[in-house]
């Protein structure tokens, strides 16, 4: 593995025009951050197996009838991922809100989710939305569970069980190792719930089976980022893809400053291809469940001009004759499995993008590592 902090790395490599920011350092921790996951999930899973919290945590996950996921951010994201593998898992009901949402309106968002158990997730523990929906849920007597990276915060001390992840935390402004060690213990979570033994076995084997995507994917990533200088950006996933595609939006937003948006894959054809030319990046997240339907979208957006990325577990020669750049995973576990891994080159395009316009990915303009807000929100009509 490259060592991100050595400047002669192929994958830290100085941005395209040749010259490096004027911070030598730019993007460090980030790209560091990244390429520890493999090292870091298997610390996570392995912490989380002789963990009396992690027990208690899936003992109540474990009894559920179902699960409300609630986050902020990149924590909305990975509720949108862990909603999408507990319901593939488990047929039990699994839906993902924005902390906000319970907030501003909570009688509708709790009539919706009724009998689900909260789960709430926040990297620092202290997120003010996620904070004041624990305290809301806590008024009402609904036991809750969480996730962070943060022991002894707020967070922890008003659920009734926690899972920690001490070991993901990050020193960057943006979110990239805990995403996806957060997002693998609760797929863990509902696969015990659903007394699913092989599926945690495939999770426990992702750190080594994803290292060697790592050994080669960041230099394709800065090569292929460093020949282009796109306008926009637009991120394509369905099913359990879809909260990845957001959060591919949201590292090319906040790594880069760049103006990006994430669609269902098929929907993209409803309007929004209008938008579609040289200078458009369209990044694929293909499926096995949809591939075919997905292939002719990319296939589409092809001919009207637009420049591909695509990820997939494995490509067939029309996906490759439609991709200007191929990720091709490559890993024998069912998709769900592969979520984590999925989202290695959304944040390598994120880093590098940010790299190439002469930015520091580690800290984004107009950004703090955590949201947290001095009042409660108004709720106005």
Sequence with gaps: ?????????????????????????????SLAEILSQPECWNSCLKSLANDQSFSDFAGRFESASGWLFVGCGSSYYVAQSAAATALSLSGRRAQ????????????????????????????????????????????????????TCAPRERLEKLSDAAILLSAADEQSMVMTRSFSSMLLALQ??????????????SLQKMPG????????????????????????????????????????????????????????????????KSIVGPETLLVFLLSDSGYGAEREVLEEMKTLGGTTLTITNRADGRV??????????????????????????????????????????DSPRNLSRVVTLSNEPSRTG
Aim: aromatic share 6%.
């Design 320 to 361: 490759r004759a439609a991709s200007d750049l191929v990720v091709e995973l490559s890993l024998d576990v069912r998709e769900v499995a592969r979520l984590a891994p999925t989202l290695l080159t959304g944040q390598l395009l994120g880093l590098y993008t940010g790299l190439h316009k002469g930015l520091d990915p």
């Design 209 to 272: 089976m994803a290292a060697p995507i790592l050994q080669t994917l960041p230099t394709e990533i800065r090569k292929f980022v460093n020949q282009h200088r796109f306008s926009d950006y637009v991120c394509l996933g369905q099913g359990p893809f879809f909260g990845l595609a957001c959060e591919y939006a949201l590292k090319l937003t906040e790594m880069s400053l760049s103006y990006a948006q994430a669609f269902h894959t098929l929907e993209f054809r409803h309007g929004p």
């Design 188 to 201: 863990v979570s509902a696969a015990r719930a659903a007394g699913d033994s092989r599926f945690v076995g």
């Design 1 to 29: 593995m490259s060592d991100p902090k050595n400047s002669e790395s192929p994958a830290f490599a100085a941005p395209g025009d040749g010259q490096p920011p004027e911070n030598g350092n730019a993007g460090e921790h």
């Design 96 to 147: 993902a809100i924005p902390a906000s949402e319970l907030l501003l309106y909570p009688e509708p968002a709790l009539v919706a989710a009724g009998g689900l158990t909260p789960v709430l997730i926040s990297r620092s523990g202290r997120t003010s939305e996620v904070i004041k929906a624990a305290e809301l849920l806590k008024s009402r007597a609904i036991p809750t569970l969480a996730i």
